[in-house]
């Protein structure tokens, strides 16, 4: 079963004030993970999509990495618009053919205080 | 273009009654799946659509099925709804081969009381 786990749950920095957030997953084979941002009762909004070991994709103040076990999203000088929840989601190679079932992580709730 | 929509935004529902939520995917895209987010959770894969047939299924019982039509758009119908089915219900879209980026809609949030 795939399995993913964002840590940590919550997180609160300055303005300014650079972290990353970590998601450690499981998959029997994996076909992608992705990075989404969710603002409050809105729907997951698409940020990256990783494909293998050492891949990174950045966009603007967001950066994603990908290892065999692990992704981090890393946020730079972040701003107040950047607070939301951050979710990860892994897709197994093995969920059939066109399949685009995606396997979620709880999130991480980041909150930027000016 | 327009991207997932989704309709209605707000339902509240009573006990044992069924519930119909409706999306129409990003254009371009011919795959439509279903997601199920409680509060605090991470979305919960439902089942997914493709050239009208159900394709796959999550960990859902029967009181959760669907419908594509031939323009792609797609209905989710629960049937003798359960305090534990109010939730955010997503619809995504995506296209066949699963190798592109998944679109959500803004969800619809659903209350049974």
């Known amino acids: 079963e795939d399995q993913v786990t964002q840590s940590p749950e919550a997180l609160r920095l300055q303005e300014g004030e650079s972290s990353s957030l970590n998601c450690s997953y499981t998959?029997?084979?994996?076909?992608?993970l992705f990075w989404y941002r969710q603002d409050p009762g809105k729907g997951p909004e698409f940020l990256f999509t990783?494909?293998?070991a050492g891949e990174e994709k950045e966009k603007e103040r967001l950066k994603a990495t990908l290892t065999k076990k692990e992704s981090f999203l890393h946020i730079t000088a972040p701003k107040p618009e950047d607070s939301a929840t951050y979710l990860c989601?892994?897709?197994?190679?093995?969920?059939?053919?066109?399949?685009?079932?995606?396997?979620f992580g709880k999130g991480t709730k980041l909150s930027v205080i000016p | 273009d327009a991207g997932v929509t989704q309709s209605p935004t707000h339902l509240i529902k009573t006990r044992g009654q069924q519930v119909t939520l409706r999306c129409s995917p990003k254009?371009?895209?011919?795959?439509v799946s279903w997601y199920q987010q409680a509060l605090g959770q991470g979305p919960q894969f439902i089942f997914q659509?493709?050239?009208?047939?159900?394709?796959q299924r999550g960990n859902f019982p029967d009181r959760f099925s669907g419908h594509q039509f031939p323009n792609y758009s797609s209905e989710l119908n629960v049937n003798a709804l359960l305090l534990g089915d109010s939730a955010l219900y997503l619809c995504?879209?995506?296209?066949?081969?699963?190798?592109?980026?998944?679109?959500f809609g803004q969800g619809t949030r659903l209350t049974v009381v």
């Open positions: 995504a879209s995506s296209l066949v081969g699963g190798r592109t980026e998944a679109f």
């Open positions: 998959v029997s084979g994996l076909r992608g």
């Open positions: 990783l494909y293998s």
């Open positions: 989601a892994v897709q197994s190679a093995y969920s059939g053919a066109g399949s685009y079932q995606l396997t």
């Open positions: 254009s371009g895209h011919d795959t």
């Open positions: 659509y493709y050239e009208e047939e159900e394709r």
